[in-house]
């Protein structure tokens, strides 16, 4: 038997079973906590910071820390909407992002994020980085120019599928996803591996299933992302 | 040589450990001048750790490459305390008498040239390290030298040797002490009692933070777990630091006792020093001071006589200045890319390999030796209420006397700048570049954790530098050291850095100051550890207390986008067309 505690996000009383996340507690009692590298049933990461909220007033993400009996946690603030919206707005310069023709688009969590945020143009000047397209493997690709460097898939091919064939090289800004050995197509990843849909963006993609579904049909079409959460929390 | 032999025989000197990746690819690339895609399949093997995690750790280190290196390599430190107008004219003469240019390996395969970040030799800059050796003092003159020496592989006997500068020793660091005395001291208590006597010490952790040391101990001390870890910080990065440097030159004894008395206090038989590669050079010495404290009895099995054992390894670093933060420190030496963790679980409860872990600065143990010999009243008689003892000033820059200084906190900058002799400056960087630019009408503040913390960093910049300049040459440096793990500090810093630059020029409006502000609020808020919550403060800093600055280089927004930049975005039809564009006005 866990122990259960209880604490507050904008006023609204959590119950959490100790140690959990404060965004998975958040997640059970209907509160969408804004995220891009989480995925549920995966170790965090900590790398987007799209989920921090303010622990007892100090930034923490939501991802990593535990629920704590009685602590205040603020959610929906001024000034973290603008944090997060900047830390989007980054990620929208900082890779090549081409969402008119992307085939992610619509089911894509990046765009999804952006469009509930309401960032419409790039706040920042655009990097333009040189960016490779890894086409080797017969049914998986990656396009590096749209990868956000959340890990979802490394993280999950190590603990889910049971093969560490991602990791990251180089630093800083030039930071990459990578694969080992060279390239994919030598590695033992299959369509059906679980770390081809961790992928919250196009970087990470099936061939030869692109534009399937219609536009109006797509995850995010007519309800921001994370409205499900909401709903299921807050039945009408 | 050649790859088949050089990484068995790597891996077997570690046991095929898979935690000791980063000293079978320090090993590999001494010895191969590269680390090649071969070799991390090879090493990967050999350890049995995904190809993809060598790969991983090959290219975060700065001296470590794929690509093949000279068999010398040159690297001089880029960083603002050392690219004075000696540096500039000095990178120049290099790239002359080599005839490559940075980056560059000469067509002979004997020498690369590149840059790297400071390298702690900030009192004495411009300096460089050749392989492990450090050069200080450089000029375009030595840099003659300074080649021929290289290029008949005579440089041990050409006169480069480094500088104490050591200019006041004070009562705790320095000072003589009997090996062994505060050891003995320690093991006639209990541990809870030296922890009792650390905790009333009211020691501050001495690597900028300033986390109390007792409580740390208790945590760890408490921590559930047989086997627990002393881990000793010497990845001293912080641009305009370098009192390590001196502590392990002259009182590495006193750092490995403080050691083994944490060993003790918390019940841990492992300690590590974990070395920054830049300061490999020390490592004969340090091993040399080891293995004397092993046969006086001070490591070893059965500390002074008792029953408990405590040893010490010492972990070599390769280039990352983000090692510093612990949680990054704790990965390195897993061998693993310098990346921080996610806190809690803190290291005291989780760290190295897992074991509870105390992680505490090369000055911190070095203290905890005195304390325990001399005791905790008499070293809280030093310093103030919440900063008790003498610090170690590592001070560079324009100043007459640069080098370290022990005194006790609370002094002023003012009278910090009368004993160094920097009495005209126009900004006193305390804390290195993720501490705060001080302003000549503040130079009456306090040097403690109660005022302006420090790790130690004090840089001086007189009337004549180009603050800015400064600024920018920290923004790279963080650009450069970021790991990457997380967006605001992997992606922030480098708009940052571009947008203060765009001021530089001369292109910056009105609006751009509180879009830096926006943005490094944004970094220092979000980001996931100590480097990206304080990599924007040079800029912070300075837009507090030196505004001026930037708004007198601010232009009159001309109505167009203001990040745009005109002049920049025609240069390449200007150079085809061989004219200025004609500007037509409404």
Redesign the interface.
Known sequence: MSETITFTIDGKKIPAKKGQTIIRAAEEAGVYIPRLCWLKDLI?G?????C?VLVNGR?Q?AC???AAGGIVVQNETE?LF???K??VA??F??GNHYCMFCEKSGNCELQAVAYRFGITAPK??H?FPQRAVDASHPDVLIDHNRC??CWRCARTARVKDGK????????????QL?????QLGETELKATDKAVEACPVGALMKKRVGYAVPVGKRLYDHEPIGSDIEKAGNPA | MNLQQVVPEAAARCGRDPSRVMDVVREVQARLGRVS?EAI?LI?RELAV????V??VV??YAFLSRKQKGRTVIRLSECVGCLGAEGHASAEELQRQLGIKFGETTPDGAISLEHTACIGMCDQGPAALVDEQPIARLTPERVKDLVAAVREQKLAEAGFAVADNVHKKGEVVFAEMEPGAGLKHALALDPAGVIGEVKASRLRGRGGAGFPAGTKWEFCARAAGERKVVLCNADEGEPGTFKDREILKHVPAHVFEGMAIAGYAIGAKEGILYLRGEYAYMLPALEKTLDEMREKGVLGKGLGGGKHDFDIRVQLGAG?YVCGEESALISSCEGG?GVPK???PFPVERGYLGLPTVVNNVETFATVARILEKGAGWFASFGTRDSTGTKLFSVSGDCAKPGIYELPYGLTVRELMALVGGEGAQAVLVGGPSGSFVKPEDFDRKIGYEALATGGSVMVFGPRRDLLEVVSGFMRFF??????????C???N??IK?RLDKIRAGHGVAEDLGYLE??C??VK????CGLGQTSPNPVVTTLASFRGLYERRLTESNGLQP?FDLNAALQAAVKAQGRAPVFHED
């Not at chain 1, 900590?46 to 799209?50: Q, T, Y």
């Not at chain 1, 560490?164 to 930071?175: A, E, H, K, L, M």
């Not at chain 2, 995904?50 to 995690?53: F, L, R, S, T």
Request: aromatic share 4%; net charge negative; charged share 25%.
């Open positions: 965090p900590g790398a987007c910071r799209v921090t930034p993400a990593t820390q535990p000034e603008r944090w997060r900047n830390i980054m990620l310069v900082e920042y000047p990097q956000i460097l560490p064939i991602f990791g990251v090289v180089n630093r800083g800004i030039d930071s990578a694969v080992g050995p060279e | 895609d399949d990967a995904p190809p993809v995690d790969k991983g290219t975060f990352a890319r996610d806190r809690p650009v450069d050291e970021s790991c990457g793990h997380c967006v605001p992997r992606v922030g480098v708009l571009e926006e943005l609020a944004t808020r979000m980001s996931r990040d």
